[in-house]
């Protein structure tokens, strides 16, 4: 089900989103910059990643992104991030079926590229694919890999930045660094967090009512 909403509160939504990502992948590429190789080979949470597998894995984004939208896709299957995740995130969805496959891109990935052009992906690519970005409209629709459905790009970017964000923390407390991310990356993905959560369940646990949490949400 597509969300209807007027188009100028979608194309400031859409902007700050773009905002936020850019802001963020500047993090990733100044933490980047000055990291040693041993750092780089820190163990993180994410089970037989290291730091330099997490900043392979998502420096995927700003390098695909950096090209020029594609053209519009068909409108009949469109969904929302939140329908996205949810499949993603099914017992049999792919965040599972296809998690594996996935790690070992990763990690092998990792071994081929040298840690200047990781930094590279983030501080070169990214700005480029946020400029490339803020040229299309906020409701231009793009197929979801992996999902066959398609999105409007503000709800694509919805899940860029919650990736953004979630492997960013990945990161900065594999090297036990204060956790800092940008607010308004923060918020957006807090907010589409909620929104994947049982309404009814998430409310009755946050607010003391309930000690069933409906968590995790994303594998």
């Known amino acids: 089900m597509r969300v209807v909403q007027h188009s100028w509160v979608m194309d400031d939504i859409y902007i700050a989103r773009l905002d936020a990502l850019q802001e963020t992948w500047q993090v990733w590429a100044q933490l980047g910059a000055d990291l040693t190789d041993e750092q780089w080979s820190r163990p993180t949470r994410c089970s037989g990643w290291d730091v330099a597998a997490v900043y392979t894995h998502h420096s995927e984004f700003p390098r695909a992104l950096s090209a020029p939208p594609?053209?519009?896709?068909?409108?009949?299957?469109?969904?929302?991030?939140?329908?996205?995740?949810?499949?993603?995130?099914?017992?049999?969805?792919?965040?599972?079926?296809?998690?594996?496959?996935?790690?070992?891109?990763?990690?092998?990935?990792?071994?081929?590229?040298?840690?200047?052009?990781?930094?590279?992906?983030?501080?070169?690519?990214?700005?480029?694919?946020?400029?490339?970005?803020?040229?299309?409209?906020?409701?231009?629709?793009?197929?979801?890999?992996?999902?066959?459905a398609v999105v409007m790009l503000s709800e694509a970017m919805r899940i860029v930045v919650m990736e953004a964000t979630v492997h960013l923390l990945d990161v900065q407390r594999a090297l036990e660094h204060r956790p800092f991310v940008p607010t308004a990356a923060l918020s957006d993905t807090t907010h589409l967090l909620a929104e994947l959560a049982p309404a009814v369940e998430f409310i009755e646990a946050a607010t003391g009512r309930s000690t069933h949490l409906p968590l995790p949400l994303l594998r």
């Open 70 to 148: 594609p053209m519009p896709a068909d409108a009949s299957n469109a969904v929302t991030a939140v329908e996205v995740l949810r499949r993603f995130n099914a017992p049999n969805g792919v965040a599972h079926t296809m998690a594996q496959m996935v790690a070992d891109q990763a990690i092998s990935a990792a071994g081929q590229l040298t840690r200047s052009e990781l930094v590279e992906r983030f501080a070169v690519h990214g700005p480029r694919a946020v400029h490339q970005l803020r040229h299309a409209a906020a409701t231009t629709l793009v197929p979801w890999p992996a999902s066959g």
